[in-house]
């Protein structure tokens, strides 16, 4: 089982950054034998992937959009994990959720979640 709680959302002007992180309590496994993502959902669109950490940090992947500005990373120590999102756009104005699988995926296909944490890009 697996419980994740999504921090850092807020309002922010383009170009700014914001710093997401991801809290998770897990039972039964280590936090290190899930590979965790983020997904996010904008106004009126479907869920989108956005980026993808395997479970010892060694590899990560990220939709094209955000290649250069997003960057994921995870404590495994402090059971955490963390988008940092720089020169933000009005187009990353979403909700975005922590998720985690088993396996490392790059579509929004995760097996847990969290609630979500609310990211305004102002233009």
């Known amino acids: 089982q697996v419980q994740l709680v999504e921090s850092g959302g807020g309002l922010v002007q383009a170009g700014g950054s914001l710093r997401l992180s991801c809290a998770c309590a897990v039972s039964g496994r280590t936090f290190s034998s899930y590979a965790m993502g983020w997904v996010r959902q904008g106004p009126g669109k479907e869920r989108e992937f956005v980026a993808a950490i395997s479970g010892s940090g060694g590899a990560t992947y990220y939709t094209h959009s955000v290649k250069g500005r997003f960057t994921i990373s995870r404590d495994n120590a402090k059971n955490t994990v963390y988008l940092q999102m720089n020169s933000l756009k009005p187009e990353d104005t979403a909700v975005y959720y922590c998720?985690?699988?088993?396996?490392?995926?790059?579509?929004?296909?995760?097996?847990?979640w969290g609630q979500g944490t609310q990211v305004t890009v102002s233009s």
């Open positions: 998720a985690a699988n088993r396996m490392v995926l790059t579509t929004p296909q995760y097996s847990y």
